[in-house]
């Protein structure tokens, strides 16, 4: 009698434990794909969703985030035939969770295998100096064709970057060696340029200081120039201030006799060698006559 309710009680607990068993919360930015009887029933978004019990399992838990898958170094081998060792990092992002389950068996390990084929393919179409200078093109090509070969994996490939490209030790030597000598290229013509400005400063400052001293000399000398015919401008005009009073102030013969004996007296005080003696006597006598009569 007691048996029936007890066994009620112990089915409705276990239904609860079931049902509480398939409830499943998917979180945020991931994606669960579920099968109904081995085959695929559908794809839960993140949210809370419930399963059939003993029918539904879920298969594959996909992650929506985007991803970085860090490759080791493949070896490859350039257009003129130098062996380096490049390594890559891919960002890729799963857009179709149900491509992504069953398009490929191990999708990281096909975009690896993908990653160094194409990066072999694109550096053994380039020189070694085309490699090293040209990352960001390698970089895009094969960001494009990673890209497109994953789509049908669904996965969207949004950028590869290649990290390291190392070269054989001998060709890190001669590069080295010819990075130094195009550093000291480079120091050997920007110290001769400066030489060379400054030679040019140089000349052009000389020009410049003997063009002020040519123009200082020349300034001076018109100066001297201009002095010197004030100077002699101002004597004569004195001389012709002079002789206009004197000729104003009609001087009589006693001061005229004065001023010709005064004369005479220099004359005769110089050092001339030459005397010039007025051709007429007459009238010099008469001048000394004058001058003796003043005196008295």
Not at 43 to 57: C, M, N, Q, S
Not at 168 to 180: L, T, V, Y
Not at 258 to 264: D, H, K, M, Q
Not at 285 to 290: E, H, I, V
């Amino acid at each position: 009698m007691f048996i029936f309710p007890i066994f009620l009680l112990i089915l409705f607990i276990l239904l609860i434990l079931l049902i509480v068993c398939n409830i499943c919360i998917v979180p945020q930015a991931n994606a669960w794909i579920v099968e109904r009887l081995g085959k695929y029933q559908g794809t839960w978004e993140a949210g809370l969703h419930v399963k059939v019990p003993f029918i539904d399992r879920v298969v594959k838990k996909v992650s929506l985030k985007e991803q970085v898958a860090d490759f080791e170094p493949q070896p490859v081998i350039t257009k003129d035939n130098v062996t380096m060792m490049v390594d890559s990092v891919v960002f890729f992002s799963i857009f179709d969770p149900k491509c992504f389950a069953y398009g490929v068996e191990r999708p990281v390990a096909a975009i690896e295998n993908l990653s160094a084929t194409t990066l072999r393919n694109i550096v053994g179409s380039m020189t070694l100096d085309e490699t090293l200078t040209g990352r960001d093109q390698i970089n895009g090509q094969i960001t494009s064709i990673l890209d497109e070969a994953t789509d049908k994996y669904g996965i969207k490939v949004s950028r590869v970057e290649v990290k390291n490209i190392d070269p054989p030790r001998s060709i890190k030597e001669a590069m080295e060696k010819q990075m130094k000598a195009e550093r000291e290229k480079r120091e050997a013509i920007l110290t001769a340029e400066g030489k060379k400005q400054s030679a040019i400063t140089l000349a052009e400052g000389e020009k410049e200081a003997a063009i002020l001293r040519a123009d200082a000399v020349k300034e001076q000398r018109i100066r001297e120039a201009q002095g010197e015919a004030e100077a002699l401008l101002a004597v004569q005009r004195a001389k012709a201030e002079g002789i206009r009073l004197i000729n104003e102030a009609d001087p009589s013969s006693k001061y005229l006799a004065i001023r010709s004996y005064e004369a005479a007296e220099r004359m005769a005080d110089g050092q001339a060698t030459k005397l010039v003696v007025p051709s007429d006597i007459a009238n010099l006598s008469a001048t000394l006559k004058a001058i003796k009569e003043t005196v008295e």
